[in-house]
């Protein structure tokens, strides 16, 4: 398994959920979990995925969400879990 955590931040518009969604399942990425939020207009959204049957690399896994973020009108980040981790460990 090899999981990614993406991050998703923006004004709240329709589509969102599913353009970030799509894209996944295009490329047989499983949602292992997700969690959304809207506050006062904004959404936030976190999911942690499997990447394993994905068949790209990770620098071009992250650069086509950064591209749909920018055609969502939102910002879209991936990172790999272990660095994750690592960044947030106390």
């Not at 353009?19 to 506050?39: K, M």
């Not at 009108?73 to 947030?88: L, N, V």
Request: hydrophobic share 45%; charged share 25%.
């Amino acid at each position: 398994m090899r999981k990614i955590v993406i991050t998703v931040v923006g004004k709240d518009s329709v589509g969102i959920i599913a353009g970030v969604c799509t894209y996944l399942a295009d490329h047989q990425v499983n949602i292992l979990d997700i969690s959304q939020t809207i506050v006062d207009g904004f959404f936030n959204m976190m999911m942690i995925v499997d990447t394993a049957k994905y068949d790209g690399d990770f620098d071009t896994f992250a650069a086509d969400l950064e591209e749909i973020g920018k055609e969502l009108g939102c910002i879209i980040h991936a990172q790999r879990e272990d660095i994750f981790d690592q960044m947030h460990r106390i």
